[in-house]
């Protein structure tokens, strides 16, 4: 089983930036298929985007601000977060499953979650 460790919330200002790391650990590196999905207070899980080996897919959610990445060496996957708003606000998650889905159902391990604050 992959085991997922996330990193790099805090709380900004509106049309700041943030870049979240998920380090994976546990199978191939480069072989794990990794999303990110965003829970807000009272809403259900978000897909905002995800990376099968080294090509990112993305969520309407990610708006063209968000860009996945990843460092096979270091078993790490980033988001970069650009021009957050408040409604970006949420706590962060990644995780990890045996291909590309923008369904939380597909994904059978994840991460603890980082709190991301965007204030106006």
């Known amino acids: 089983q992959v085991q997922l460790v996330e990193s790099g919330g805090g709380a900004v200002q509106a049309g700041g930036s943030l870049k979240l790391s998920c380090v994976h650990s546990g199978r191939t590196s480069i072989n794990v298929n990794v999303g990110w999905f965003r829970q807000a207070p009272g809403k259900e899980h978000e897909f905002v985007g995800g990376i099968i080996l080294t090509s990112p897919y993305y969520g309407e959610s990610a708006e063209g601000r968000f860009t996945i990445s990843r460092d096979g060496a270091k078993s790490t996957v980033f988001l970069q977060m650009n021009n957050l708003k408040p409604e970006d606000t949420a706590v962060y998650y990644c995780?990890?499953?045996?291909?590309?889905?923008?369904?939380?159902?597909?994904?059978?391990?994840w991460g603890q979650g980082t709190q991301v604050t965007v204030s106006s």
């Open positions: 995780a990890a499953g045996t291909h590309a889905s923008r369904k939380k159902n597909q994904y059978n391990s």
